[in-house]
């Protein structure tokens, strides 16, 4: 496995690989990674001939009172387990390789899309990851590039971004991959001391129970997010940021749920905000 730091390094190992006739996957990341990136790598290996995996704290996709500086990082293990699981190159930049000082064109979807659910309390962070994934993109050419379901907002943005833009790369989304409790695995559990661990299994009983009630056959939107949240406020150390049922495409509101729409919730427990979701 290559470790490539600049861009020329994985565009000579792509031109390469191109040459050979091999297909290439993408597996953007932010780094200390766990099982839930671990899937998407190992997915990606099984599709694609050669497999890069992106390890980038990209520093635009976050505001500045949001936590870039203390978003955990531990390059050496990300490494290793990039390894294990078959990646052929990881691709760690500088800030300085992926931005120049005077860098200023930024790609940014004009819709509602990226106003609705974590851009409401998050107003520039698609664009950032518009704009890093669009970097990305560009350097890797990959024929197929792989995303968590876990960031639901954030898929249907790419997907959306590839069509507008004619990337003409394929989208494969995986799904979300959760600790034994239920717990939806992320980076930044990381900052968790152990109540407020316990306290965050109320996203995923909340994801249970909406599941239960639309299976059920209950589509009103209101009694499905009233009941998540009056489970999620009975958590003396939760405060929600949003619980919304939204257009699985659109990422638009919707008063009754149908088959393919989104229920994604961000809920601060203590300092940390998490994110779950699931899809009707
Ligand atoms: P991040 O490093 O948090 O930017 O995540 C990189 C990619 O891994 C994104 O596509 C995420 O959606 C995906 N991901 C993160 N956590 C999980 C998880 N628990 N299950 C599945 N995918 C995940």
């Not at 531990?74 to 990646?87: I, N, Q, V, Y």
């Not at 509602?112 to 962070?125: A, Y």
């Not at 509101?253 to 998490?274: H, N």
Request: hydrophobic fraction near 40%; include cysteine; aromatic fraction near 6%.
């Amino acid at each position: 496995m290559t470790v490539a730091t600049k861009i020329s390094e994985v565009r000579s190992a792509i031109k390469q690989w191109k040459a050979d006739g091999l297909t290439v996957g993408l597996v953007p990341t932010m780094g200390y990674l766990h099982e839930g990136h671990g899937s998407l790598i190992s997915t990606a290996v099984k599709q694609c001939d050669r497999v890069v995996v992106s390890v980038f704290v990209n520093p635009t996709q976050f505001a500045p009172n949001e936590d870039l500086e203390a978003y955990p990082r531990d390059f050496e293990r990300d490494k290793a387990l990039c390894e294990k699981l078959g990646a052929d190159l990881v691709f760690h930049p500088e800030v300085s390789e992926m931005y120049t000082e005077d860098a200023s064109t930024y790609v940014e979807i004009l819709s509602d899309m990226p106003k609705q659910l974590c851009g409401k309390t998050r107003p520039i962070h698609f664009r950032g990851v518009c704009t890093v994934v669009s970097k990305l993109f560009n350097i890797v050419q990959p024929d197929k590039a792989f995303f968590g379901e876990k960031d639901a907002q954030q898929l249907a943005i790419i997907r959306k971004m590839v069509i507008d833009m004619s990337y003409g790369i394929e989208i494969v989304g995986c799904p979300i991959i959760r600790e034994a409790d239920g717990l939806a695995k992320s980076s930044r559990n990381t900052y968790l001391n152990a109540e407020e661990r316990r306290a965050a299994l109320c996203l995923s009983k909340a994801v249970k129970l909406g599941r239960e009630l639309t299976a059920g056959g209950e589509t009103s939107s209101e009694i499905i997010l009233s009941q998540m949240k009056a489970l999620i406020e009975s958590e003396p150390l939760a405060r929600i940021d949003y619980v919304e049922a939204v257009d699985g495409i659109t990422m638009n509101p919707v008063e009754q749920v149908k088959s393919g729409d989104l229920i994604a919730m961000a809920v601060y427990i203590g300092k940390t905000r998490l994110i779950d979701n699931f899809t009707v």
